[in-house]
């Protein structure tokens, strides 16, 4: 496949060599490189202002982040046979973490596969394709999913909102074998049914699956408060690890219905009840009726997309965790995450710790955790690290 030669400005070739993969439109020498000339999704040869070759890869002159270096070996452009070669080293690395088919396969930047991402839920891929560069290649990105896998259905969930700022429509199709009406998922001794069609983005969230048995101590003999709870990741599994009581959350009533689905199939339904409505609005409702709870956990979703909402995510944040502490017995535990890029670790334990002086509560941290390691983080794209988890212990003042 021919490439076009992308130029960039004087000195803006810094973030490429340390290592990154993106080139901002501001970076682009749009004398040499008339960005509108570009295609989205155009493979190109990036250069330095020197025209000496920094690697190839894809643009679409009509996205911020204009192109993304795919490969620094001019002899393996981005074609079919490179796909397959990251598949099979992403690959590698799960088989070394996991026992089981379930996991995220592909993490996009993190696996040299910029604008991808594929999940394995045993014999069925979820694959979301996020930009004009990927999508060009969607028949080759999942044919070197099958040559490698296997797999009996390859979904492909192209429905994410940032679809949108690449120019592209959102849509959920098949691109191998049948549409299941669920997907089966294993964690920590879990087993799990999740909407394949409709889920929340893949269907679950691979992410937390090290921080859920990092949590499964905290749990036995409990009253558990488990909200965003969406199809009880969380709720499912405290009581699995022996909770006497577990109350899972969420706005979404088939999401609930998939909590007590999944209670079900674990054996645990007694334990479990679930309560329909807005995160805020049932524990202002719970902290009415004086109810309490030994641990509570709180996995929202990002309240920071963008880093202009950082002041009213961060309030979002100390509201949500005062809320939560609220609830709590004395001596409870609180596990609360943050899926933002943009709201660093040391930032949210700050805001929780204000949360919690306002209470005149002091916090003990106990343990931090982040992504599981089926989504790498590359040190030298921040953006490839998100997520935190804090387990705290919440204690009268001291």
Same mark, same amino acid.
């Given at each position: ?19 990154h ?12 490189t ?6 989205p ?23 911020l ?10 002899r ?9 070669? $990251?598949?099979?080293i992403?690959?590698?690395? $799960? ?9 995220r ?30 999508? $060009? ?12 896998l ?11 909102p ?21 997907l ?6 879990? !087993? ?5 069609a ?9 992410d ?7 949590? $499964? ?6 009253r ?10 969380w ?15 969420? !706005?979404? !009533?088939?999401?609930?219905?998939r ?14 009840a679930?309560?329909?409505?807005d995160?805020?609005?049932a ?29 009213e ?16 017995s ?19 334990? *700050? ?26 983080? *590359? ?19 001291f």
């Amino acid at each position: 496949m021919n490439s076009t030669p992308l130029s960039l400005k004087k000195e803006c070739e810094g973030r490429l060599k340390s290592g990154h993969c993106w080139v901002f439109s501001n970076e682009v020498d749009t004398q040499k490189t008339p960005l509108q000339d570009l295609l989205p999704g155009q493979q190109v040869d990036i250069l330095t202002a020197q025209d000496r070759w920094l690697g190839s890869g894809y643009a679409n002159p009509h996205s911020l982040i204009c192109a993304r270096l795919v490969s620094r070996d001019s002899r393996h452009p981005l074609n079919a046979s490179l796909l397959v070669h $990251r598949v099979k080293i992403a690959l590698s690395l $799960r088989e070394r973490l996991f026992p089981k088919p379930y996991y995220r396969l592909l993490f996009g930047e993190s696996d040299g596969l910029p604008g991808v991402v594929a999940d394995r839920f045993g014999a069925v891929v979820v694959v979301q394709i996020n930009t004009a560069g990927m999508e $060009r290649l969607k028949e080759e990105v999942v044919a070197a999913l099958d040559k490698v896998l296997r797999p009996e259905c390859v979904i492909l969930r192209n429905d994410s909102p940032i679809r949108e700022t690449e120019g592209l429509e959102r849509y959920v199709a098949v691109a191998k074998g049948k549409m299941p009406e669920s997907l089966t998922v294993e964690e920590n001794g879990a !087993s799990f049914r999740v909407p394949a069609a409709d889920g929340q983005k893949t269907g679950w969230f691979f992410d937390q699956a090290f921080n859920r048995a990092r949590m $499964r101590k905290y749990v036995e003999g409990k009253r558990v408060l488990d909200v965003f709870s969406y199809v009880g990741a969380w709720g499912v599994q405290a009581a699995t690890a022996g909770a006497s009581d577990v109350f899972c959350v969420d !706005s979404s !009533s088939a999401a609930l219905d998939r909590v007590e689905l999944n209670a079900q199939l674990n054996g645990v339904i007694e334990q479990v009840a679930v309560l329909h409505g807005d995160a805020f609005d049932a524990m202002r409702e719970l902290r009415s009726e004086q109810q309490k709870f030994d641990v509570v956990m709180v996995d929202p979703p990002a309240f920071i997309k963008r880093r202009k909402d950082l002041r009213e995510g961060a309030l979002a944040y100390r509201r949500l965790n005062l809320a939560a502490m609220q609830l709590l017995s004395k001596d409870g535990v609180l596990i609360t995450s943050s899926c933002s890029h943009h709201m660093a670790a040391a930032n949210l334990l *700050q805001t929780v710790q204000k949360a919690a002086r306002h209470l005149d509560r002091s916090l003990q941290l106990l343990e931090q955790g982040f992504q599981s390691a089926d989504h790498p983080i *590359q040190p030298v794209i921040p953006e490839t690290a998100y997520l935190k988890t804090f387990y705290l212990r919440v204690l009268p003042t001291f």
